[in-house]
């Protein structure tokens, strides 16, 4: 009995940190809509600089002000990155303020290395909390018994913080109806900084935290922020305390977990959480969101398919795409198709997220599942290439029947977690299926067969891959299925009165998208040869919604553009130096402030300013409307 | 003004540079070299200076041939998709005659399986994996480093000596850490039937939550303890283990954890008395190792950490190999591979023909805290040869040609 007390208690204080970095994360979203995807960053800057000051001053003082001045540094930084950074792109279109933090996430993850050295670093531990507590033949260690205490006294300020001062009012209220505060005369700038401010405290306050605990280092960042998304999530946006309920219930699932599925407990937490989402649908403490004001499809120009001049320009430009063997060497052909394959992967991203209006952080699941069908058909049932890439694809069409059928009953940032929840549990099969899928070691030898395994043929193989999905796509957008589409997107309550059954074309349009994911998939695990469960990983589902967001949500096909920009310069980066993340990082918080619709959304805007009878007019008034 | 002409002669420098590079080239003998720079600069960096020392040492002597050795290094980012654009770069554009390099288990399994394809030598550095010589094996791989069954295989025989008889494991949930237990556990009751395995924990790799994970193995009250798991979450594992006296009258097992790598980091929590492979650079009294210790120190004025071995070793290796085949056919290269002898930091190591692996060893012993800082006492040298299983069972392991 008293183990499983103890044992309780050892999830409890787990539990603690985890609140602190979720409810900074809540809040922040709540307020100002941002996916601050650098929330992890801010964690991990707090631990390392906590770490320098704690091992500079000695003493109970040095320790405990150190850890508090590290959050304040910390919180600074967020407040200069702000300022500078996010204060720029407020009206872009959602999810590109991700983008921006995703940039941030890469920068400093090379920073921390180059600042700090490439070594774990083991701190301190805290003074007077050395040791542990006998509970009946029990050992609890005193610093758990400290952030026990710490988690529910940092919920209590807090909510006195929102209950009781003017500055929680407003942030409550900006939570509830943002637009609805700054009406009333609200200066928003200030409110949304102090926000970012306290919340990136809390991060680094969590992670100065774990210093007594944890070895600080450069990949702390990638290990918390999932977690964190989940304890959000599972608890409802913006809610504080379901911040720590989660926060309570995800560390006791692992506290306990492991006791009866040793092996299953990482993904106890994504079952859980599909299992809330599936019940609930905003999460245990979160309210249904207002329905959006501003659409985002209405704020651009209205989409046309292309006019023959465009049509023969993309032509030509895929004819020039085609001669590339005529200069290439085998290298050049070889990232040449894997462009082309991450052109045909991004395109379905793009297709369920700016068509479909349904961003999925999860999207590699399809790929991954993809390139897996094609690896067990061609290994295991040694069927010959044709079939399998034709067959293949299936499984991705599968997965994305199943999941997208759970995953559109929801939608906004939920949607996006419930996409992720599912990726992350294909993952870990993968990973951890040994006997089946070979594990972290993955299927070797699924090379191609004769006639495709020249370089150059393979490219051309997978050029016209692309260009007949790319085609395909626009077709589907163009279609009355995709008008349907759109118009689920942009007003589900006006598509459903005119009988547009919106969840089955969203579940329609989930599927293709997953089924083209899976296209690419099977051709990637020719391309390599071989398979892992990489391909399945967040990683991947982030680079697949940065190349759609750098080429421009809210173009129809500026995604083949911000696939091949981003794909050539990741590679290019990689080849080149070794601080490639800082460099790409740098790269893509540039092209967020400079370019805030995308790459092909700004070649787009110039375009259209050219055209004097571009319908402004109309598409301000559709705006106001609602 | 200024500027156009600083632009110009820039400009000037790099055409300049350019032919000499290409000027140069008939007289250079390129090795690529691919590992996790960016991901895992902990172990890379280390790695990175000691084949950078090979490097020129070897020049130094005259290259290799009458040719100048040229390393071409590429990061894979910790991806096997990456590793594999690099390793397609270097062969394709970069014209390297050989491959080496890479970190993590699926790493070399996919560079080597792409130099299967494309039939280039592959001389893979530090992954562990048995798979790479044995079930997925192939003949255009050879593997430097002791396999996972090596160190496992060096364990056993120190584990088997304690009187304890009730164990748990602790491994990390992926293939390295459940083929370390799965090859430990069979070594280990095929010497002691005697043996009962009472609790497992798979914490995820990366992500353990050492306060349950520690609790959990406590409460099965085992006599002694496997351990797997490194890096950071031997670190938290290390200090809940300490803080809640799991580690006290245990005996304690553990793969890697004398590694300087995964020791240092550590200081003053070390726990003593574990049963470790490792490197203790520090009570290594050998001339073929005081020769490179010097040497190493002399040029970073750090000391080396396992890696360093590893990396000065695989260029080494790799000299010698080349040296011998005279040539760049990977066939060739292959015929000197196989069989061939190499003076080591450790001693002599020999490439074997049967499987590809070299018998390059490792050092056992136990962990001990000096002066704040975790060290190994007792150490004795391993000798891979000796912890291999007969070549009958190796010839079964691994696939036909």
Excluded: C
């Amino acid at each position: 009995m008293a183990f499983y007390f103890v044992q309780f208690l050892t999830g409890l204080a787990s539990a603690a940190s985890l609140f602190l970095v979720a409810s900074g994360l809540s809040i922040i979203f709540g307020v100002t809509r941002i996916v601050n995807f650098a929330h992890g960053a801010f964690y991990m800057l707090g631990a390392y600089i906590a770490f320098t000051l704690t091992e500079q001053f000695s003493g109970a003082i040095g320790f405990w002000g150190g850890i508090v001045f590290a959050a304040l540094i910390v919180a600074a930084l967020g407040v200069l990155v702000e300022m500078v950074l996010l204060r720029r792109i407020y009206h872009a279109p959602e999810l590109f303020q991700l983008l921006a933090t995703f940039g941030l996430t890469l920068m400093v993850e090379d920073l921390v290395v180059l600042i700090w050295g490439p070594s774990d670093l083991l701190g301190r531990r805290a003074p007077g909390f050395w040791g542990a507590v006998d509970f009946f033949g029990q050992n609890v260690p005193t610093y758990d018994l400290f952030l026990i205490v710490l988690g529910p006294l940092v919920l209590g300020i807090l909510w006195l913080l929102f209950q009781r001062t003017r500055w929680g009012v407003l942030v409550r209220a900006a939570t509830q109806d943002r637009d609805m505060v700054a009406a009333l005369g609200v200066n928003q700038k200030w409110l949304f900084t102090s926000v970012f401010a306290v919340g990136v405290f809390l991060a680094a306050l969590g992670g100065a935290l774990q210093i007594p605990r944890d070895a600080v280092h450069h990949a702390m960042d990638l290990r918390i922020i999932v977690d964190v998304f989940v304890v959000i999530v599972i608890g409802g946006l913006g809610s504080i305390i379901g911040a720590f309920v989660a926060a309570v219930l995800v560390s006791e699932l692992n506290a306990f977990g492991i006791l009866v599925f040793p092996k299953i407990s990482i993904i106890l937490v994504f079952l859980v959480m599909a299992a809330v989402l599936i019940i609930r649908p905003w999460g245990l403490f979160g309210k249904q969101e207002a329905p959006a004001r501003r659409t985002p499809g209405l704020t651009v120009n209205p989409w046309r398919p292309l006019m023959l001049n465009e049509r023969l320009g993309a032509m030509a430009a895929l004819v020039l795409a085609a001669a590339l063997p005529l200069i290439g060497g085998n290298y050049a052909l070889a990232v040449g198709s894997e462009i082309a394959i991450f052109v045909i992967f991004a395109a379905s991203l793009h297709f369920m997220m700016s068509v479909g209006g349904l961003a999925s952080f999860g999207h590699a699941a399809y790929f991954g599942l993809g390139a897996y069908g094609v690896a067990f058909l061609a290994k295991m049932a040694g069927l010959p290439m044709i079939v399998s890439l034709l067959l293949g694809p299936l499984l991705g069409l599968l997965g994305a029947g199943v999941f997208g059928f759970f995953s559109v009953q929801l939608s906004g940032v939920y949607f996006a977690m419930l996409t992720l929840a599912f990726a992350q549990i294909v993952w870990s099969v993968a990973f951890q299926w040994v006997a089946v899928t070979g594990g972290d070691n993955g299927i070797l030898g699924v090379w191609p067969e004769q006639w495709a395994a020249s370089p150059s043929h393979f490219y051309w193989l997978s050029i016209g891959a692309a260009a007949l999905a790319v085609v395909a796509l626009r077709i589907t957008v163009f279609s009355p299925f995709g008008f349907a589409l759109r118009a689920t997107r942009d007003s589900p309550l006006r598509g459903e009165a005119i009988g547009i059954d919106g969840k089955r074309i969203q579940w329609t349009a989930f599927v293709i998208a997953g089924t083209v994911a899976g296209v690419a998939g099977a051709l990637f695990a020719y391309l390599k040869g071989s398979i892992f469960p990489d391909s399945l990983g967040i990683s991947l589902s982030v680079d697949a919604l940065v190349m759609v967001l750098l080429g421009g949500v809210e173009t129809v096909s500026g995604v083949v553009v911000g696939a091949i920009v981003y794909k050539m310069l990741s590679i290019w980066l990689v080849s080149q130096t070794d601080l490639s993340k800082l460099v790409l990082g740098g790269f893509i918080v540039l092209i967020v402030v400079v370019l805030p619709k995308g790459i092909a959304g700004i070649l787009e805007t110039i375009g259209n300013r050219r055209r004097p009878e571009a319908p402004a007019l109309l598409a301000s008034q559709i705006d106001t409307a609602e | 003004m200024r500027r156009s002409r600083y632009l110009l002669s820039a400009g000037l420098a790099i055409i300049v540079a350019g032919l000499a590079q290409s000027a140069m080239a008939a007289d250079e003998i390129k090795i690529g070299e691919i590992n996790s720079y960016s991901l895992l600069p902990a172990f890379t960096e280390p790695y990175r200076k000691g084949w950078q020392l090979a490097v020129e040492e070897i020049n130094a002597a005259g290259g290799v041939n009458g040719k100048k050795l040229v390393v071409v290094s590429k990061d894979d980012g910790g991806k096997p998709a990456d590793a594999q654009t690099a390793a397609n770069e270097l062969v394709s554009s970069e014209n390297v005659v050989m491959l080496t390099g890479t970190f993590l288990s699926n790493i070399g399994l996919a560079v080597s399986d792409f130099a299967n394809q494309k039939k280039v030598f592959f001389l893979a550095a530090e992954p562990l994996t048995d798979a790479i010589t044995w079930a997925k094996g192939n003949r255009y791989t050879f593997r430097l480093r002791p396999s996972n069954y090596m160190q496992a295989a060096m364990l056993v025989e120190q584990a088997a000596k304690l009187p304890a008889k009730r164990w748990a494991t602790i491994a990390p949930n992926y293939e390295y850490g459940q083929s370390a237990v799965a090859i430990f556990k069979k070594l280990m009751s095929e010497k002691r039937p005697d043996i009962q395995w009472v609790d497992e924990q798979w914490p995820p790799q990366g992500k353990i939550d050492a306060g349950p994970v520690v609790q959990a193995v406590a409460a099965a009250n085992p006599e002694a303890i496997l351990n797997v798991t490194f890096g950071a979450d031997l670190v938290k594992l290390v200090r809940e283990g300490n803080t809640r006296g799991l580690f006290k009258d245990r005996a304690v097992v553990s793969f890697l954890t004398g590694e300087p790598e995964y020791l240092d980091p550590l200081k003053e929590e070390t726990p003593e008395g574990w049963i470790v492979t490792g490197y203790p650079w520090y009570s290594i009294k050998t001339p073929e190792h005081d020769a490179f210790l010097k040497a190493y120190q002399a040029k970073y004025n750090d000391y080396p950490r396992l890696g360093s071995i590893v990396g000065y070793q695989t260029i080494k290796s790799a000299a010698a190999i080349l040296a011998k085949a005279k040539s760049d056919d990977p066939e060739k290269l292959i015929a000197a591979a196989e069989g061939l002898s190499v003076p080591s930091p450790f001693g002599e190591i020999v490439f074997r023909k049967i499987d590809h692996q070299s018998t390059l060893g490792a050092y056992i012993g136990k962990t001990a805290l000096k002066d704040g800082k975790g060290i190994m006492v007792d150490t004795a040298y391993k000798k891979g040869s000796d912890y291999l299983p007969s070549d009958d069972e190796v010839a079964k392991l691994r696939p036909k040609e």
